[in-house]
């Protein structure tokens, strides 16, 4: 039996769309071992599909037959604390956890980045497994199968401020809002943001992040969908934000501050007391530079 650590993800940021994400320390356990059929149960009582459409299972399924090894069957027992359909990766972190728990049941036939490409063909973009498999800020494009990527990691002294509403947006319906052609000026002011942000977490000049932030792909479209989202946006940047966006598809806001965390959960909470955002948590994180790993 093994036992897998995955972390949550925070994709986009802003002008960065399928391509930019930053791996964060929100954890999802999962322990497997080879057994004959499907037996999946949950540790913390979590509502999860235990046939075999599960999302762990299938990626796990996907690497062994990849690696020309029989596939019997597998036990797992989840351990989820990446809230659901909030924008935190946690459809990724199942990815990463069926493709690199898989990899480990059989010896690590695959290197990260074999797994990598795998799981971009699992979810379709790589910006929240990549960083989910290899931690840190990672910046990606695809190369028809293969995932081209920059990772780098994320000092301590950037805190990332998650902001949880009580309600659910699924990927699906957050994709459909966007529009299927933009104009140049809107590409251009995206392509300028996501370079100017993959160079700005490289060098440590988090001054830009802001100006990174602007996007006019996803966000315009989907602040509609997240009521309160445009205000933590502001709110987060009257208190001294250096980036605040959209986490991946939302729900979850995202702000990222460069001050200790004690004065990151003041500014949190003192925002979520407005009656507005009832039913809203929040989680004060700092980046993972590690990635998945076999516990
Ligand atoms: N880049 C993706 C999106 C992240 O924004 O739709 C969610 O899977």
């Known amino acids: 039996m093994i036992k897998i650590k995955v972390p949550a993800s925070t994709a986009n940021i802003g002008s960065g769309f399928d391509c930019a994400g930053i791996a964060v320390s929100l954890y999802n356990y999962a322990e497997m071992e080879i057994a004959e059929g499907c037996h999946i149960s949950s540790a913390d009582g979590s509502d999860i599909p235990t046939g075999e459409d599960n999302l762990i ?26 809230p659901f359909a909030r924008g935190l990766g946690s459809s990724s972190a199942c990815i990463i956890a069926g ?3 898989a990899n480990e049941l059989l ?5 990260r980045d074999e797994l990598l490409d795998i799981a971009a063909e699992i979810e379709g973009h790589p910006d929240n497994v990549s960083p989910a498999l290899l931690g840190g800020f990672t910046v990606n494009a695809m190369d028809g199968q293969k995932v081209r990527y920059v990772k780098t990691e994320i000092p301590e002294k950037l805190v990332f401020a998650a902001f949880v509403p009580p309600f659910e947006l699924k990927t699906a319906d957050a994709r459909a809002v966007m529009p299927k052609e933009v104009s140049l000026s809107d590409a251009v002011l995206n392509l300028s943001g996501s370079a100017l942000m993959a160079a700005s977490f490289i060098s440590g000049k988090y001054e830009n992040l802001r100006r990174s932030c602007c996007d006019r792909l996803h966000q315009p479209y989907r602040l509609p969908l997240i009521p309160g989202g445009e205000e933590i946006i502001e709110k987060s940047y009257e208190n001294g934000a250096a980036a605040a ?11 990222i501050f460069d001050c200790d965390k004690t004065k990151a959960e003041e500014i949190a909470k003192n925002i979520l007391s407005d009656e507005i955002f009832t039913g809203w948590k929040y989680f004060i994180l700092n980046a993972d530079n590690s990635g998945a790993a076999a516990l």
């Open 99 to 101: 493709v690199f728990g």
């Open 57 to 82: 299972y299938v990626s796990a399924k996907k690497v062994f037959e990849k690696s020309g090894v029989l596939f019997t069957g597998l036990k797992i027992t989840e351990e989820n604390n990446i």
């Open 245 to 255: 966006y959209i986490s991946g598809a939302g729900s979850t806001m995202m702000a």
């Open 107 to 111: 010896g690590r036939p695959f290197t």
